[in-house]
């Protein structure tokens, strides 16, 4: 297989660009960006547009490419532009051609995964690697088993089956321990209850409507007479607005005064009648007491002159005080010592005795001393009798009538007395009729006062009756019962449109009648009063009523949220059996059918078939992939005849290598590369220099190309496979390159190394081909 034509009109900015395709090795050079990458991008696509999806790094330009590319392959050539791809013509696939024909941007790395070498190896032989792992692919699909453990996978290429399996066990279990719930609670009874209830509430509820439209019949029935109320009330007030109880009051009071003026004007008048009565009576009582006061002034010098008498009278009674004694006692002390000086002298005489002698003349002298003191005495007791009789004739005289001087003294102090009371009673006389007089004239001169008054209060009274045009205080006080009648009923009226609806922003009772009569019609005006029977509403009803319906309503919201929580469990239920992808396991998906008890364990049946059925399907891949995996095992071992150690990889890695390394091999449990050193020791690519690296990535690539060709010579197309390479492996590497090139294959060798260009070009004798960077247009 050998490209005869290769030729890219347009990719990118590279354009006409047409080298020569020669057998052996052909170089084309040029500075970066002079189009070289560029060139093997578009002659790659056209050999194979699907390489485009494996291009590691992904091509540089986003549109296809144009041009012709001729490949010749046993005997026939083929041209490529795009429609007929290198796939169809050979078994070379879309990877194999990027990563064994090709090596780009100097990465001479192959794939490390297994698909990868197994995909070779088919093409290469006849071995089943493949369709083993298709079967046990197949057959984890079956069982949506994990690839190492072999549990059932919850990947989503498994349609997510391990999850699919817990979900729906453990879905099952919850609808289970629900149901029993449901059996407990009678869940399945909610609906039908609560549309029971829904029936009763309804009815209810038409029945309160019914009663709240005959309420607002009657409330507007009640409302429009309490405006009428309000109306006329409001009118007769208007008129009734004088008379009020402040006036009334006031009425009284002016009358009351004037009442208790005019009464007081006739006690008045009485007073002043009895006050002049009384004037009159104290200036003839004075009359009288200042004649009797005369009177007795006119005896007071004889009186004067009686008191005299009657002093000089005691003034010699007072001398003669114990004359009358004296004389009592004095006149037989005479006597008896005259008898006893007499008797003396005589016994003197007789006896002649002196003691006789002496006593006889001491008793006369006693009888001589006791007659002078007789003597005294009566004469006394004789000028005090003339006293007495003249002090007795003067009060005679004076006008007392007295027969002795003992009633003098007395007559005298009662004529004192009386004159001194009269002199009182005068004085005490004369001043009541002054102070009568004085009060006569207070009396008068405040019935003149109070006349005035009454007759001002008359006036005033007349006035204000004239003004409320009533006859009398009971007409007026009638006026103003009547308004206080009318206030009641006006205020209980308005107060009932104001609880309503509430007061107006007017003054005038009439404004505000006219905006009730509005709220009024606005609110009858979505009832149909003809339709109403306003005598059917009653209050007691009504609230029966209301709290019947608020019964229902709460009992009926309890069950609705039982009933909610009840369809949002189910809906959970049957959501959560939906979102279950359970069509691929037992063909078809699950969903609660019945909202009830036996739609729930039904659906938790259904979910167990789904377990059951993954279960079985697992059991079943599990046993089969057992099998399988034995097949598989002695499969795997043809891997390692693709790397056999006389093989070409190994005979180009030595010879790239100077004999350092001697073998390339396989290893089916690592699927990756292994060399051996001449000395022995075995290493894994991971631990060679990137040159020798290189080498053995190259070597493989020339190996795999050899066998997928069937030893068939084929093409290279090498972006500076060496590019990295010192001048010793370098040219190492062009000396193996020629040896290919002797055993006929065809070798493209993209450079932009000097070395290359001109050393290597020059030593091997090379086809040339200068790039120069592509003119922007």
């Not at 009109?9 to 047409?18: A, I, K, Q, T, V």
């Not at 010192?726 to 040219?731: K, N």
Request: net charge negative; proline share 3%.
């Amino acid at each position: 297989m050998r490209l005869t034509t290769a030729e890219i009109d347009r990719y990118g900015p590279l354009y006409d660009c047409r080298p020569p395709c020669q057998d052996g090795i052909s170089v084309i050079s040029g500075p970066n960006e002079a189009g070289k990458t560029l060139y093997l991008e578009a002659l790659l696509q056209l050999l194979e547009p699907d390489v485009a999806d494996v291009m590691d790094p992904k091509p540089r330009v986003g549109q296809t490419p144009t041009g012709r590319v001729v490949v010749e392959h046993n005997g026939e050539q083929y041209e490529c532009d795009g429609k007929t791809s290198l796939c169809e013509i050979t078994q070379i696939e879309p990877a194999h051609l990027q990563s064994v024909f090709v090596v780009q941007d100097n990465d001479l790395q192959l794939p490390s995964d297994q698909e990868y070498y197994t995909s070779l190896i088919e093409k290469l032989g006849d071995i089943h690697t493949t369709e083993i792992n298709a079967i046990q692919s197949a057959l984890k699909d079956r069982g949506r088993l994990t690839n190492r453990r072999l549990n059932i996978s919850s990947d989503q290429s498994y349609h997510n089956a391990g999850d699919v399996h817990d979900e729906a066990e453990t879905l099952a279990e919850e609808i289970r321990d629900y149901t029993e719930e449901i059996e407990e609670e009678g869940l399945d009874e909610l609906d039908a209850r609560r549309l029971r209830i829904k029936r009763d509430l309804r009815e209810t509820r038409k029945q309160l409507d019914e009663q709240q439209r005959a309420k607002t019949v009657a409330e507007f029935e009640r409302l429009s007479e309490q405006l009428d109320t309000y109306r006329s009330t409001s009118d007769q007030l208007a008129e009734l607005e004088e008379y009020d109880r402040d006036t009334l009051e006031e009425l009284r009071t002016l009358s009351k005064d004037l009442q208790r003026d005019k009464e007081d004007l006739q006690e008045l008048d009485d007073n002043v009648e009895k006050k002049q009565d009384e004037v009159n009576e104290t200036a003839k009582e004075l009359d009288d007491l200042t004649d009797q006061q005369s009177d007795l002034e006119r005896r007071e010098s004889a009186v004067d002159e009686a008191r005299t008498a009657l002093e000089t009278y005691r003034e010699r009674q007072g001398e003669a005080t114990g004359a009358e004694r004296q004389v009592e006692l004095t006149r037989p002390a005479a006597l008896v010592s005259l008898l006893g000086a007499g008797g003396a002298g005589v016994i003197g005489a007789i006896t002649g005795t002196l003691l006789a002698i002496g006593l006889g003349v001491l008793l006369l002298l006693v009888s001589a001393i006791s007659g002078g003191l007789y003597y005294r005495a009566n004469k006394r007791l004789t000028g005090v009798e003339t006293a007495r009789e003249s002090a007795v004739q003067t009060a005679r005289d004076a006008g007392f009538e007295v027969e002795t001087v003992d009633e003098v003294a007395p007559a005298i102090e009662a004529f004192e007395g009386e004159l001194s009371r009269i002199r009182e009673r005068t004085a005490k006389k004369e001043q009541e009729h002054q102070n009568a007089q004085e009060t006569l004239e207070r009396l008068q001169e405040e019935k003149s006062e109070l006349e005035t008054q009454i007759e001002e209060q008359e006036k005033e009274l007349a006035e204000r009756f004239e003004e409320a045009d009533v006859e009398s205080i009971d007409e007026f006080e009638e006026q103003v019962t009547a308004r206080e009648e009318l206030e009641p009923d006006q205020q209980s009226a308005k107060q009932s449109l104001v609880d309503r609806f509430e007061e107006p922003d007017a003054d005038e009772p009439a404004d505000k009648a006219a905006a009730w009569e509005r709220e009024l019609d606005e609110f009858i005006s979505d009832v149909e009063t003809d339709e109403v029977d306003a005598e059917t509403y009653d209050e007691e009803t009504l609230q029966q009523l209301e709290a019947q319906v608020e019964r229902l309503e709460e009992k009926r919201d309890e069950l609705q949220v039982r009933l909610d929580e009840h369809d949002d469990t189910l809906d959970e239920f049957d959501r959560r059996a939906r979102d279950l992808n359970t069509q691929p396991f037992i063909g078809r998906g699950l969903g609660l059918d019945t909202r009830s008890k036996e739609g729930l364990e039904t659906l938790a049946e259904d979910l167990d078939s789904v377990v059951q059925q993954l279960e079985e399907d697992a059991e079943l891949s599990r046993k089969a992939l057992e099998i399988f995996g034995r097949i598989e095992s002695q499969e795997e071992q043809k891997l390692s005849e693709l790397f056999d150690p006389d093989g070409p990889a190994s005979r180009t890695f030595e010879q790239l290598t100077g004999g350092r390394y001697t073998q390339v091999a396989y290893n089916p449990e690592a699927h990756d590369l292994v060399v051996e050193r001449q000395d022995g020791r075995e290493f894994g690519p991971e631990v060679l220099s990137q040159g020798t690296k290189d080498q053995l990535y190259f070597a493989t690539r020339v190996s795999l190309a050899q066998q997928l060709l069937g030893s068939t010579p084929g093409f290279l197309l090498l972006d500076d496979p060496f590019l990295a390479a010192d001048p010793d492996r370098l040219d190492q590497g062009f000396q193996t390159l020629q040896e290919l090139a002797n055993n006929g294959w065809q070798i493209l060798y993209l450079t932009a190394k000097q070395e290359v260009s001109e050393t290597m070009v020059e030593e091997y004798d090379l086809n040339h081909t200068k790039m120069n960077p592509p003119i922007a247009e």
